[in-house]
């Protein structure tokens, strides 16, 4: 399976932050509901403002806005320098 991580680096931001404002309307279990197999964060969590997110699910997100499908989850993705702060729990 080919990596995501050059259609995620190219994620507009709008979709990104279209994504976060859906987690924060739908809160965490509905949002992960919509966008499984998806799963709450349990070690690394994305920061925007006061809002504290699972990045995977939200990126899933963002990228499906984009592309119209919900990318399968394939490992381990990290993007450095992102416009997103993620943090280890």
Do not use: C, W
Not at 22 to 47: I, M, W
Request: charge should be negative; glycine fraction near 6%.
């Amino acid at each position: 399976m080919a990596s995501l991580l050059p259609q995620l680096l190219e994620l507009p931001t709008q979709a990104i932050l279209d994504a976060l404002s859906e987690y924060q309307s739908l809160g965490d279990e509905a949002f992960l509901n919509r966008y499984h197999p998806y799963k709450p964060a349990t070690v690394h969590f994305g920061y925007h403002g006061d809002l504290r997110f699972p990045p995977r699910a939200v990126l899933a997100a963002a990228y499906s806005k984009v592309h119209g499908r919900v990318p399968e989850p394939d490992g381990r993705v990290e993007v450095a320098d992102s416009p997103i702060d993620i943090e280890r729990k």
